[in-house]
């Protein structure tokens, strides 16, 4: 089991930054990848981006490449997504997923390509 908590959400002005983290606890070794999903009101829930837990490859939405910024650290069993110059329409509860050895790793950009989640966090942008 693995089970993964995000913070960092909160109210934030247009064109500000947040940092958001992601704690993974239970069997981190057997993660093989990590990634960001949003969440609008009344909308599904859509791909930010995602890297590998032990690798450096990173793929991330056109609607935040080179705003949004996933890092990891391994040695804490953490995941962070910087965001910068923040818009009203990044607006949603922001979570964290991971997928572990022996799934398919097809999908990296839905839902279905992730076995665990976290509750989310919310992140509001004012204009």
């Known amino acids: 089991q693995v089970q993964l908590v995000e913070s960092g959400g909160e109210l934030v002005q247009a064109g500000g930054s947040l940092r958001l983290s992601c704690v993974i606890s239970?069997?981190?070794?057997?993660?093989?990848?990590v990634g960001w999903f949003r969440q609008a009101p009344g909308k599904e829930r859509t791909f930010v981006g995602r890297?590998?837990?032990?690798?450096?490859?990173?793929v991330y939405a056109d609607s935040v490449k080179g705003r949004f910024t996933i890092s990891r650290d391994n040695t804490k069993n953490a995941m962070y997504l910087q965001m910068n110059s923040l818009k009203s329409e990044d607006t949603a509860v922001y979570y964290c997923?991971?997928?572990?050895?022996?799934?398919?790793?097809?999908?990296?950009?839905?839902?279905?390509?992730?076995?665990?989640w976290g509750p989310g966090t919310q992140v509001t942008v004012t204009s």
């Open positions: 997923a991971a997928t572990i050895t022996g799934r398919s790793l097809a999908g990296f950009a839905t839902v279905a390509g992730y076995d665990y």
């Open positions: 239970g069997r981190a070794s057997s993660i093989v990848r």
């Open positions: 890297t590998w837990w032990s690798g450096t490859n990173t």
